[in-house]
T-cell receptor, first 112, second 113 residues
Framework: SQKIEQNSEALNIQEGKTATLTCNYT??????LQWYRQDPGRGPVFLLLIRENEKEKRKERLKVTFDTTLKQSLFHITASQPADSATYLC???????????FGAGTTVTVRA | DVKVTQSSRYLVKRTGEKVFLECVQD?????MFWYRQDPGLGLRLIYFSYDVKMKEKGDIPEGYSVSREKKERFSLILESASTNQTSMYLC????????????FGPGTRLTVT
C-alpha cells in the first residue's frame, strides 16, 4: 500500500530563515499533491496544489517542488515569521476517486 | 468564504452510547468527508460521500456509519462508542473534480470514557 512520510522531527528555526519540509511517498504515483496548514485545535487549511507535470509552484513566501522520480515534494517557507508556526500536512490524490491520503505532518516553530 | 461547521467542538460520551456528529457546508459542494486525527497517525479517512445518499468506505470505517440525506449535511454515527474512538474528528467538503482542495471544519474533540 502507499506510504507517505513527512519530516519525523519538528522543525525549529529562527525568524527570517527558510524552513524546508519534505514529503516522501512510496508505492504510488499521484497525479497531484497538496499542502495544508493546521493550527492547534483547528482544521487544516489548503495552501497549495502542484500537479505531476509541474516542477515548482509559488505563492507569496511559499514554494513547493514536486519530483516524481524521487517521489518527493519539498515545501519551503522563505523569510519565515513567528506567525508561520503551525503543523504542515502534505496530501496525495488517489487517482481513482475523490480521496486524499495525508501525511502525519511536520510541526514548525519559528523563533523571534 | 466556504464555511464548514461541526455540531460540537468538544464532546464527552460514555462507552456504549450512540454518538452523532454533524457537519454542514454552505458552498453547495458535492463531496464530503469524515476523518479522524490521532497524534503520529495523521488524518485517516473514515467515510466519504460524493452525492446525496451516496457513501463510500474510507480506510477505517469499522465502528462508524454515515448519513447524507441533504447535500449540505453529512453525519457521522458511532453506533456504540468505545474508548478507542476517542479522537479528533474532522469533516471536510470539496467541489466535484478531483483536484479541488478540501475545506475543513474546526473539528470535534470526542472523549469516550
Amino acid at each position: 500500500s502507499q506510504k507517505i512520510e513527512q519530516n519525523s522531527e519538528a522543525l525549529n528555526i529562527q525568524e527570517g530563515k527558510t524552513a524546508t519540509l519534505t514529503c516522501n511517498y512510496t508505492n504510488y504515483s499521484p497525479a497531484y499533491l497538496q499542502w495544508y496548514r493546521q493550527d492547534p485545535g483547528r482544521g487544516p487549511v489548503f495552501l497549495l496544489l502542484i500537479r505531476e507535470n509541474e516542477k515548482e509552484k509559488r505563492k507569496e513566501r511559499l514554494k513547493v517542488t514536486f519530483d516524481t522520480t524521487l517521489k518527493q515534494s519539498l515545501f519551503h517557507i522563505t523569510a519565515s515569521q513567528p506567525a508561520d508556526s503551525a503543523t504542515y500536512l502534505c496530501a496525495l490524490d488517489m487517482r481513482n476517486d475523490y480521496k486524499l491520503s495525508f501525511g502525519a505532518g511536520t510541526t514548525v516553530t519559528v523563533r523571534a | 468564504d466556504v464555511k464548514v461547521t461541526q455540531s460540537s467542538r468538544y464532546l464527552v460520551k460514555r462507552t456504549g452510547e450512540k454518538v452523532f456528529l454533524e457537519c454542514v457546508q454552505d458552498m453547495d459542494h458535492e463531496n464530503m468527508f469524515w476523518y479522524r486525527q490521532d497524534p503520529g497517525l495523521g488524518l485517516r479517512l473514515i467515510y466519504f460521500s460524493y452525492d446525496v445518499k451516496m457513501k463510500e468506505k474510507g480506510d477505517i470505517p469499522e465502528g462508524y456509519s454515515v448519513s447524507r440525506e441533504k447535500k449540505e449535511r453529512f453525519s457521522l454515527i458511532l453506533e456504540s462508542a468505545s474508548t478507542n474512538q476517542t479522537s479528533m474528528y474532522l469533516c471536510a467538503s470539496s467541489s466535484s473534480g478531483r483536484t479541488y482542495e478540501q475545506y475543513f471544519g474546526p473539528g470535534t474533540r470526542l472523549t469516550v470514557t
